[in-house]
Each structure stands twice: as C-alpha cells, then as structure tokens.
C-alpha cells in the first residue's frame, strides 16, 4: 500500500540512502517493493557494500561518501549519520525514515523518547495495549526499523515506537500522543553541544497538533526550559511522584492518578508496588506508560494487571543471579552517572560496583559526589571513561584502597567475582558507552553474564 505523504515525496525521484545499516536496509527494501521501476542510490563509509546489496541498485562508498550528494532530488538520512555530514545541502531536500513513517502515521502513533528508560517504557505501553487488543505494532529505536512495519498497518492500528534523539533530528511531524521522559546529557559525539541533543529530544513534541497529548517530568528544569521557549499546541500533561499543579499525572498511595483539563482526576492504575520493576525511576516509566494507555482508551483494571505482569528487558537491573552467596546486577544499559545513582539507590544495598567504558565526554561530577555516601566497599573501573571517573573520585575523597583500574573489561568483572564475600551485592552499572570494548550494551551485558556464570 502507497501511502500519499510519503509517495509525495519518493515518486519519481533521484533519491539517495544516506548510511546503510539496519534502517538503511530496511527502508531500501521498502523502496524497492512498492517503486520496482526506480533506481536508488544507497552512499555509505563502506567502500564497497556486501553480497545482499540487491542488484540494480546504486552505491556510493567511502569515508568521503556523504559529501557526494549534492545531485540528489532528496536524501534520506539515517540515524547514524551525523547531520553535520550534510549540512552543504540545502536542508529542504534532507529527510529521514522517521520523518517519512511520522508524515503518514503520527496521528496513530504513541511516541516515546529520552535520555533513560525509554525502551522500558516503550516495551510497558506494547505489554500493556497488547493485553487489550491485536491492533498493536512495536517499532522503532528497540530494534524494529518502522519500515519493517508498515505493510502490517491500517487506520486503526496503534504504533508503539521508541524514539531516539538521532531519529528525532530532522522530524516535522509528531506522533500524537508523546512521551518525553528526561533529559540527560548525553550522546556528545554526535550533537555538537548538549543543547543541539536537547533540541532534538524536543521534536518529539514541537510539531504537535491540537488535540494532541506531551507527557513531560513535571520537576525538570531543562524540559521546562524547552516548553518556555517552544510551546506546543498539545495537551500538556507533566508527570511526577507527587501531585504536579493543574492537570497532569502522579502517584498516590501506591495509585496513578490522571486529571486531564475540565476532568476530575481518576485512578488509571492500581498496586504500583506489585510490579516487578524496582526502583523510583521505573515508578516515573509506569505512571508515563499507564497515562498513554489510559489516552489511548484503556481502563484501570486492564493497565493494573499488565503492569504487574511485565518483567522488564535484559540488561536493565536485571538480576543475573546468586553465585557463591554473591547477587549479581547487570545495569548494561547504564551509559550516563544518572542511571548508575538511579541503580544504586533502587537496590539499597551494593558492595561492588563496575564502572566505565567509552568516554563521551559527559560529566561525572555528580557520581563522585553520590559515591562517597554509597556505601561501597570496593569500585572497579575500565575504559578511558573509567580513567577519568578514577580522579575524579580521589579528588571526592574516596580511598585509593578502594578504586582499581583495569585495562580489560573481563579482568575487572573477575576481580569482581574475586573480591566480592558472601550476601555482597556486585552491580555493573558502567555510566559510559561500551564503545571501547563492545559494540552495543547488549553484547557487554551478556560478556558480562558469561563470566558470571562460568567462574
């Protein structure tokens, strides 16, 4: 099925992929299927592409290979390609999949971006809209690129799509009800500065319709900073462990309420405590995912349970298991010290913390100062991050005795397993990117279980 909006766009056209992993990929084959008698040009850093590139199709290799362009009637840029890599073209014939998929299906779209717990999130609202109906896709920055979807839609199907900044850049369109649930820095070598990421973020909602619905933290500065200088004609409904002023969404003995304009609030989830993910920034996930289905139509005793029976994703405080009378935590997804204070506190209790990776250049001025009070016996650190987070604790007053580098991240996770005594708690909670050793979170998290499960 041609949709208009996007056949406006694609029909006819010399039209050139900008990047060529998996939204590349998929949006080509898309392209393929639906325009058979077009050419398209796919531009990538490989010089030359692999074995499934389908003949017929054009390519344009090399790390110069974004600066080739200028001929093209529209680029579709994709996530992974820095906007700063095309920005001798004129902004009007550069797009990307995101904005393509949002032009035709923002209006049945539940958006849902943030610096942490966005996955999380986005996994809660599918649990939960899945437990009531069929009509529901899952897409987006979880892994599901949207134009792997779009055959299965129709106008009364619900997208579920997790939005990352790099897929919110160059979005004209919003989805109709968005999430955006914090805002930390983060993803510094990509954007030139925290406040290009922040404007990206904000996308999300900046081209909202009326009738359309913002979820925001009620409590955070940097967001209300964004509101003030782009407000938005949705329906803004600010979220936060207490009652926000005037209409919004908070947590009441252990209840989400929702009060929308010229309504009186209502309980729209119950039991909050009976969910199995822990901790107060996951309480914030479930009061943002039972809001969007309560919008969406759902009732309290349909979220209630959902909610209970939703066990999280890998590598998300996920508890790796009881090992010699050690409780290990894998927190992988942690790449910023917000989520590592977050996963210190929803535990309690840690004894052995695992440290760095990547150094993006974030600060980590708020870690030192939490880790002092921790309570930690010992802290392992590896990576170029966990290099700087090293002085930065000495100058926190940590003891030396305490802090070791390694190298080598497998060194450090067995020097955990080494140092760690009966009933401790072991947390690797990194803080930092897993781009010095890995190549995503996911792989280092399960490294991580490997070793754990193997000494």
């Not at 993803?187 to 319709?209: M, P, S, T, W």
């Not at 003030?228 to 600010?238: E, I, S, W």
Request: proline residues 5%; aromatic residues 10%; contains cysteine.
């Amino acid at each position: 099925m041609i949709i208009q909006a996007i056949d406006n766009l694609v029909s006819g056209r010399d039209i050139a992929l900008a990047g060529y992993g998996r939204e590349g990929k998929a949006l080509l084959n898309w392209l393929m299927q639906h325009y058979p008698d077009q050419i398209f040009t796919v531009a990538d850093k490989q010089e030359l592409p692999d074995s499934s590139f389908p003949a017929g199709q054009k390519w344009i290799g090399g790390e110069d290979s974004m600066s080739k362009l200028s001929s093209f009637d529209l680029i579709i840029k994709t996530p992974g390609i820095p906007s700063a890599q095309l920005d001798y073209l004129p902004s009007e014939r550069i797009t990307s999949q995101t904005e393509l998929f949002l032009s035709a299906y923002g209006p049945q779209t539940l958006g849902i971006t943030g610096t942490k717990g966005k996955s999380t999130t986005t996994s809660l609202i599918y649990h939960i809209l899945k437990t009531y109906t069929d009509k529901v896709v899952l897409t987006g920055n979880i892994g599901i690129p949207p134009f792997t979807v779009v055959d299965q839609l129709d106008p009364a199907t619900a997208v579920v799509m997790e939005l990352s900044a790099h897929q919110l850049e160059l979005v004209k369109h919003c989805p109709h009800i968005s999430v955006l649930l914090n805002l930390f820095e983060e993803h510094l070598d990509h954007f030139v500065d925290y406040k290009a990421y922040q404007e990206a973020k904000y996308n999300i909602a900046r081209y909202q319709r009326p009738g359309d619905y913002l979820i925001y933290p009620a409590f955070d500065e940097t967001v209300a900073a964004l509101l003030n200088r782009n407000r938005v004609p949705g329906v803004l409904l600010p979220f936060g462990l207490t009652r926000p002023e005037g209409d919004g969404i908070w947590l009441e003995e252990d209840n989400v309420y929702l009060k929308l304009p010229l309504s009186e609030p209502e309980i729209i989830c119950k039991g909050v405590s009976r969910s199995p993910l822990a901790g107060s920034h996951n309480r914030l996930n479930i009061m943002a995912a039972a809001a969007v289905s309560s919008l969406y139509g759902i009732g309290e005793t349909v979220i209630s349970c959902a909610i209970s029976t939703f066990k999280g994703l890998p590598h998300r405080l996920e508890y790796v298991g009881s090992y010699n009378g050690v409780k290990y935590y894998d927190d992988s997804i942690s790449t910023i010290p917000e989520a590592v204070i977050a996963a210190l506190k929803s535990l309690g209790r840690v004894d052995v913390l695992l440290l760095g990776g990547f150094d993006r250049g974030i600060s980590y001025d708020k870690l030192a100062t939490y880790i002092p009070q921790s309570g930690l016996k010992k802290i392992l650190l590896t990576g170029p991050a966990g290099k700087r987070i090293h002085g930065l604790l000495l100058e926190a007053g940590v003891e030396s005795t305490k802090i070791s580098f390694y190298e080598r991240f497998d060194d450090m996770v067995r020097q955990a397993i080494e140092v760690a005594g009966f009933g401790d708690v072991v947390l690797m909670s990194p803080g930092a990117s897993s781009y010095d050793q890995f190549k995503n979170f996911e792989e280092r998290g399960e490294h991580f279980k490997e070793i754990i499960a193997s000494n």
